[in-house]
């Protein structure tokens, strides 16, 4: 079975920073690119940034670009996103989701708010 | 940046009716577009791929068509635990990939 748990979300003042975490478990994590996607309280979804399956690749939108750095430990099997300088419209659930750009499957998300 | 309007925002629809949702491109993303189904409180969940292909347990009364920029997803029989969120996805154009705004679909 594929799983994915996230950790890490908090309530962090605007300009502070934060590290998301995603352990997954059940299928080979070498094999996949993984990507982070959030969702804004009541709203839609937006992708937030996706490393390729060697981790050579990464890729982020716009409004986190400079800003937040996706990584990967394939020895733990972990995915992580460090966010700084974080914003009042960053707040969201944060959801890691296994591959690129189609997300096949999707953790429960942990929630990130920004405010002071 | 590919816009995805996805229409109608509710969808209000009786047990074992069908339901038609659409989502519509501002270009054309030929067949890269995918469905997710949200319920409340949980992640999405993949449903469609490819703009037809459902993924792995998805049920057959879901099915995906369109290419280009217009497309359908149609539940042919609604369940109850068919109530839900429904997000397209484009992925021609990536990154971003970017989503629809999402249709309700509600009970009747």
């Known amino acids: 079975e594929v799983l994915l748990l996230e950790s890490g979300g908090a309530l962090v003042q605007p300009g502070g920073s934060l590290r998301l975490s995603c352990v997954t478990s059940?299928?080979?994590?070498?094999?996949?690119?993984m990507s982070w996607v959030r969702q804004a309280p009541g709203k839609g979804l937006e992708w937030v940034s996706a490393i390729t399956d060697s981790g050579d690749g990464t890729y982020y939108p716009d409004s986190v670009k400079g800003r937040f750095t996706i990584s990967r430990d394939d020895f733990k099997s972990t995915l992580y996103l460090q966010m700084n300088s974080l914003r009042a419209e960053d707040t969201a659930v944060y959801y890691c989701a296994r591959d690129s750009p189609v997300l096949s499957y999707w953790g429960q998300g942990t929630l990130v708010t920004v405010s002071s | 940046e590919i816009v995805m309007t996805q229409s109608p925002a509710t969808l209000s629809v009786s047990p074992g009716e069908r339901a038609t949702l659409s989502c519509r491109a501002s270009?054309?993303?030929?067949?890269?577009l995918a469905w997710y189904q949200q319920k409340p409180g949980q992640p999405p969940r993949l449903l469609i791929y490819g703009a037809s292909t459902r993924a792995t347990g998805i049920p057959a009364r879901f099915s995906g068509s369109g290419s280009g920029a217009e497309f359908t997803l149609t539940i042919s029989s609604l369940q109850s635990e068919d109530f839900a969120v429904y997000y397209c996805?484009?992925?021609?154009?990536?990154?971003?990939?970017?989503f629809g705004q999402g249709t309700k679909v509600e009970i009747k």
């Open positions: 996805q484009q992925y021609n154009k990536w990154p971003p990939g970017t």
């Open positions: 270009q054309s993303v030929t067949s890269n």
């Open positions: 059940g299928f080979t994590f070498t094999s996949h690119a």
